[in-house]
């Protein structure tokens, strides 16, 4: 494969390249925080035991309240990282449109000296020509024209189209981050209000979190049936059937698998114990909960389905993001033995976060099949310019061909030696008698030559 050949693609393969490794280095940074979470909830931990014999009571309501502090925190601290990548996207976005814009510039430039070219030329064959070819000429020429233009103005509306859509994407951006912030208020508070209501139902629980997920999927801007699929029934190489809970699409026909899992009962227990001994044994429960959870989907192979072009891990989503953060503080090597299973643990925060980024990937994909679109038409156009010089260069030859062949004949008839008109008249000189004369310009072109 040359190089030319790889060209068109190459904006396409590295603007993937780059989203992905974006996308990984965010997840994996999420989890660096979340570890240092843990060590800093530890310290507080041992605060708020000392504190314990002074006032039980008082000592609960402060321990919920660092713990929304540390909530907070975090998700400014992840908000801060979005605006960060949004802004390099935006000064990515704006490169591209520069580049983009001297590119139709030039394309534009060059449509204009071809089309001045094709006038000049045009212009000079029509002027050498007859009276009686140039309106024959126009006609062809308006007739070849024709649908020249129509392809012309079809390709200036795509690229005043591809300018429209740049604009509002880059609109959309400037309003992510508001409505990114908005979106973890209300499902924090929607979080520690539904706990309470769907304890110890584990049915209940499975369906409430495929509910978040499917809200976290909707303000991804990712659309279903397009970008993602819910529910979809596959079967393994051995029959059996399976249903993951959502299925991702990524450019270049590959797939990730997102599955819900929600562990509250043992989380709650945690929560409310009024005592050390049953809230670390009921953190142990939530942390086993949790691992079986990684060791049943694991067990699944859902990269082994088929029909589906999965990666080599699966998004494993819990729910409720404060028993998601329990669970690693209790037991940090809990993230290693999903990753050993081929499991991706993401709470609703970095979910979210991820999906945005395969959101962007997608534009980019698209804004590249749009690129590419528009320098396949510009290359039938050119295509189809070549073609009609080629046919203008034809039609002057047909023209001069004809030009001699009119000449040749009017020497005959008229300006010639011996011509016909000259002898003709000779017979009405004689006493021939004519209904009508012969036209009288060609009588008088003719000359006094006799017929040999």
């Given amino acids: 494969m040359s190089i030319d050949t790889l060209l068109p693609v190459l904006p396409y393969i590295i603007a993937t390249c780059i989203a992905i490794v974006c996308a990984l280095i965010a997840i994996r940074k999420s989890q660096q925080a979340l570890l240092s979470m843990q060590t800093l909830s530890h310290e507080v931990e041992l605060l708020e035991q000392q504190l314990d014999n002074v006032n039980y009571s008082h000592n609960q309501l402060q321990q919920e309240h660092d713990g929304n502090k540390l909530k907070l925190e975090s998700q400014n601290n992840q908000l801060i990282k979005v605006m960060s990548r949004l802004r390099e996207s935006d000064i990515r976005l704006q490169t591209e449109r520069q580049a983009s814009a001297d590119k139709l510039a030039l394309q534009a430039q060059s449509e204009q000296r071809l089309q001045q070219q094709f006038e000049n030329l045009a212009n000079k064959i029509f002027d050498s020509k007859t009276d009686n070819f140039q309106q024959l000429n126009k006609s062809s020429v308006e007739l070849l024209l024709s649908p020249l233009k129509t392809q012309l103005e079809g390709f200036k509306q795509q690229v005043q189209d591809v300018y429209s859509n740049e604009a509002k994407e880059r609109h959309s951006l400037q309003s992510e981050v508001a409505r990114l912030q908005q979106v973890y208020q209300l ?44 529910q979809v029934s596959l079967n393994n190489e051995h029959g ?192 021939v008698e004519v209904k009508k004369p012969l036209p009288a310009e060609l009588v008088e072109k003719s000359s006094v030559n006799l017929l040999e």
């Avoid at 209000?193 to 801007?221: C, F, H, M, P």
């Avoid at 609703?348 to 997608?362: E, G, K, Q, S, V």
């Fill in 187 to 230: 499902m924090s508070s929607e979080t520690a209000n539904l706990t309470k209501a769907l304890k110890g139902d584990n049915k209940q629980q499975g369906n409430w979190g495929e509910v978040i997920l499917a809200r976290i999927l909707s303000e991804s801007g990712l659309r279903e049936g397009h970008e993602y699929d819910v």
């Fill in 240 to 431: 059996k059937r399976f249903q993951p809970d959502v299925i991702v699409h990524l450019p270049q026909d590959k797939d990730v698998v997102v599955d819900s899992k929600v562990s509250l009962t043992a989380y709650e227990r945690f929560f409310n114990a009024d005592d050390d001994i049953t809230r670390k044994q009921a953190l142990q429960e939530h942390v086993s909960s949790v691992r079986s959870h990684i060791r049943e989907l694991g067990r699944k192979d859902y990269h082994l389905l088929q029909g589906l072009k999965t990666l080599d891990y699966v998004l494993m989503f819990v729910a409720v993001e404060p028993a998601f953060l329990a669970a690693l503080e209790a037991d940090p090597s809990l993230m290693k033995f999903a990753l050993d299973n081929n499991i991706m643990l993401v709470s609703p925060t970095n979910l979210l976060i991820a999906l945005r980024t395969i959101d962007n990937l997608w534009r980019y994909e698209r804004q590249n099949q749009n690129a590419q679109l528009i320098a396949e038409r510009a290359g039938k156009i050119y295509e189809k310019l070549r073609l009609f010089s080629h046919d203008m260069q034809d039609m002057g030859v047909a023209l001069d061909k004809a030009q001699d062949s009119y000449d040749s004949a009017m020497k005959r008839l008229a300006t010639g030696k011996g011509n016909l008109i000259k002898q003709a008249q000779q017979f009405v000189e004689l006493g």
